[in-house]
């Protein structure tokens, strides 16, 4: 029996894949170890693969894709339904495999290795402007301890903090000026990243 269809739960060392011929049949239920998984996908003729759209999903599309293999990556809400049993590997490599075959599945396109560094980059920015936010919001409350209110906005902080810090009139203790002193300095870098 020719396999037509693999449903691949995809892990970070041990893979679950799960494959069925046109009738539905299955033919196989396998483990794999990360490093078998070419190999073992280059014995099969090309066929439909299936799986979630996850860590490692689009390296393993466009691996599979090389072989000859047709692969359709899913958002994991739209392969939960499909899941008969409790949530196993085995489990869900036969729901991936149900799912990919309906008619009705919405199927996430595949991103080439360029499109996957451009939203990495947008991710990591993405971390550094939540970071400043929250330093920025952080320095504004240690502020408001001590009666000084500053107005919304990075550079309000940015802009006031060094003459707080400055000001000897101002009755904020040296303890937490040496904190909101290295928080500026935290915040001037990050900025310059951004």
């Known amino acids: ?78 392969v939960k339904p499909y899941v008969k049993a409790n949530k196993t590997d085995a489990a869900d490599a036969e729901a991936i495999c149900e799912a990919v075959t309906r008619p009705s599945m919405r199927f996430v396109p595949i991103k080439n290795a360029d499109q996957q560094a451009i939203l990495s980059l947008h991710r990591a920015r993405q971390d550094f402007v939540r970071a400043r936010t929250a330093q920025a919001n952080q320095i504004r409350g240690l502020l408001a301890e001590y009666g000084i209110t500053l107005a919304q906005g990075i550079s309000h902080v940015a802009n006031r903090l060094p003459e707080i810090i400055e000001d ?27």
């Open 1 to 78: 029996m020719k396999i037509t269809t693999i449903g691949i739960d995809l892990a970070k060392n041990v893979f679950q894949i799960h494959g069925v011929d046109q009738r539905g049949k299955v033919i196989v239920r396998k483990r794999l170890r990360r490093q078998q998984v070419l190999t073992h996908f280059a014995q099969h003729p090309p066929c439909l693969v299936g799986m979630e759209a996850c860590g490692g999903a689009h390296f393993w599309a466009r691996k599979l894709q090389a072989q000859g293999h047709t692969v359709r990556l899913m958002a994991p809400q739209f």
């Open 168 to 194: 000897a009139d101002q009755k904020v203790h040296q303890l937490a000026k040496s904190k909101a002193n290295q928080q500026t300095t935290l915040q001037s870098s990050a900025t310059k990243a951004g």
